[in-house]
């Protein structure tokens, strides 16, 4: 009887362990945050004045301090106890002698990188373009995305989109008849980038996302459409950034290339699949020349649309609670092991 007791225990720990053990991913997964979906920024009309919210407790057109409203702060009247006879505040202390705290300066870009860093951090993306497009089958929505994958904070990502083909069977890439627009939210309007309606550098450096700390990234929301007499080939697309580190640092990260396939009017193109990035080679056609004087790019005239932070990317690693749980789950498994050999030795020895 006891026999039989030893091993029904020993069986519910066995079992258990391995649940608990598996268990604990689950438990870690409320450290990542979901991917939200891209957002659109309301219109503003032109001319129309957006009036600040004041902060709570102040009076309307007043700020914190009294600075900028009517309410004046009222000096104390205490002495300090700390100070010194005859002794008075120098500038940029406070009364009791202390130095004052002065405000950060606010960033701007410069005329010229100061440098090129070596590591990814604006890292630019496709998501959800089709890997294939049959002509004339209208608009097909998909999101340009730029991560911040490095350890520092990124003040400006200066994002671009390029158009190219190696199809052996093609003489231009405008037979492809690709036209692509992005939403700008800064004014509520699908902008033209390539193709029909758009300029020569117009997918060039045409969005720029702002102040992007380590694991945030921006969305863009972009469509793309192949005209009804477009011919038959395949396409990709680049995607590059250009950064501004707040270390001073600079310079293009790499290049991804996307590949699409474009299919006559009328194809059933049956089941399909996201484009799928991968970097880009040296040599390939249409890939933009941006290695050789990226560390000297000059400020823009102007400045450009910008991305607003979208989310952060989804964190990864184990759990805290992962090795205890790994060695209760090992010990139920010896314990198991066990009682089932002292079971066989005395069924032996019976």
């Known amino acids: ?14 079992a258990v362990g391995p649940v608990a ?18 957002s659109v920024a309301p219109s503003v009309p032109p001319g129309a004045h957006v009036s600040p919210t004041p902060a709570p407790g102040l009076p ?41 705290a002065t405000p950060s ?23 959800g373009l089709p890997g294939k497009i049959v002509a004339g089958s209208g608009w097909h929505e998909f999101t340009y995305r730029v991560s911040n994958v490095s350890k520092t904070t990124v003040m400006e ?10 199809d052996p069977k093609l003489h ?15 004014v509520g309007q699908w902008k033209p980038i390539e193709g029909e309606g758009a300029g020569v550098f117009d997918n060039d450096g045409f969005a720029t996302a702002r102040k992007l700390k380590p694991g945030e990234y921006a969305d863009a ?9 477009a011919a038959p080939g395949t396409g990709y697309f680049f995607t590059l950034g250009h950064s501004y580190g707040e ?24 089941s399909v699949e996201d484009a799928k990035g991968r970097p880009a080679k040296p040599g390939t056609p249409g890939l933009p020349d941006t290695f050789g004087d990226a560390g000297h790019k000059p400020a823009p005239q102007g400045g450009r649309a910008e991305l607003p932070v979208t989310g952060r990317l989804a964190q990864t690693g184990s759990s805290s609670a992962l090795p205890t749980v790994a060695a209760l789950g090992g010990a139920a498994v010896a314990a198991g092991a066990g009682a089932v050999f002292l079971a066989r030795r005395r069924k032996a020895s019976a």
């Open 21 to 38: 053990l598996l268990a604990a991913p689950a438990a870690h997964a409320e450290d990542v945050l979901p991917e939200p979906r891209p």
């Open 221 to 229: 929301r972009m469509r793309i459409r192949i005209g009804d007499k």
């Open 105 to 127: 300066p606010s960033y701007s870009r410069p005329a010229f990188c100061s440098g090129i860093t070596e590591e990814e951090r604006g890292k630019t993306s496709l998501r």
């Open 1 to 14: 009887m006891k026999l039989h007791r030893l091993l029904a225990t020993t069986a519910v720990m066995a």
């Open 60 to 100: 309307s057109g007043g700020t914190a301090g009294g600075v900028g409203g009517s309410a004046k702060p009222v000096p104390s009247t205490k002495p300090d106890p700390s100070a010194k006879p005859g002794a008075s505040a120098q500038p940029g202390t406070s009364p009791s002698g202390t130095p004052a």
């Open 247 to 270: 270390d001073g640092q600079c310079g293009f990260d790499g290049i991804s290339q996307f590949d699409f396939t474009v299919l006559g009017p009328g194809t059933k193109p049956g």
């Open 172 to 186: 231009d890439v405008a037979q492809l008849a690709v036209s692509v627009e992005w939403f700008n939210p800064a």
């Open 157 to 166: 990502t200066d994002v671009s989109l390029w158009l190219g083909t190696a």
